[in-house]
């Protein structure tokens, strides 16, 4: 049973680009989680999205940042006109349900690195 | 989410014990401890979790207070590879936001060889 796949590992964009971040869950999970750290910073909540809705976008930015979970295919965080300061790893998470006793499992993330 | 307490570092030896304490006075009787750590370079990797009772698994044990008011994440034989930031959670059972993870600061943890 494959992990939580995340890719590209690494993405390299100019100001003003888009990153498109994508998130394969472990199979039978239909729960994804982002998360972003900042360089030297904690890990922080930015969206819970399951199979065609969001659930929990409290923790994503308001402007430039959306998020989705298709029926069908990965998850995507998309990031429009991107900023030296959302230049972090973007970790992906999944789980099978959603309650506060299941464990997450998370991806290797995805580091993004804006010039 | 409630929030814990952690020593923001810890230094053991290898192949020796290792105790990472957490603090979590105001925890809520629907809050499970969980234990995450992330390597470096890696994302998180979930360690162990409980509610009341001491809890085993392959890779940790969880010591819970009895007030509940605390717990100790165990590794009995710590080795190179056990060198990452600890991360202690509280997670409500009944709140839609016990979904996510809340991160605080943890525990680095450097293994000595």
């Known amino acids: 049973n494959a992990g939580v796949m995340q890719n590209p590992r690494h993405l390299v964009r100019r100001r003003g680009q888009e990153a498109r971040l994508r998130c394969s869950p472990m199979?039978?999970?239909?729960?994804v989680y982002w998360y972003r750290q900042l360089p030297e910073e904690g890990l922080k909540f930015m969206v819970y999205l399951q199979k065609e809705n969001i659930i929990d976008e409290s923790g994503m930015p308001k402007e430039r940042f959306s998020a989705e979970f298709p029926k069908e295919g990965p998850s995507i965080l998309r990031i429009q006109q991107v900023v030296r300061g959302d230049s972090a790893a973007y970790f992906c998470?999944?789980?099978?349900?959603?309650?506060?006793?299941?464990?997450?499992?998370f991806g290797p993330g995805t580091r993004l690195l804006v010039l | 989410d409630a929030k814990t307490t952690q020593p923001n570092s810890m230094e053991s030896n290898e192949e020796e014990p290792v105790h990472l304490p957490c603090n979590h006075s105001t925890i809520s009787g629907t809050d499970y401890i969980h234990w995450y750590r992330q390597l470096p370079s890696q994302g998180p990797e979930y360690v162990i979790h409980?509610?009341?009772s001491n809890v085993n698994n392959r890779m940790a044990s969880l010591a819970i207070a009895e007030d509940r008011k605390s717990s100790t994440l165990i590794l009995h034989r710590a080795t190179l590879r056990d060198a990452a930031v600890y991360y202690c959670i509280l997670r409500d059972v009944l709140e839609t936001s016990g979904s996510r993870l809340t991160f605080g600061e943890g525990t680095q943890l450097t293994v000595n060889p």
């Open positions: 199979k039978g999970h239909s729960h």
């Open positions: 998470a999944s789980s099978p349900y959603s309650a506060g006793r299941e464990t997450q499992y």
């Open positions: 409980g509610l009341t």
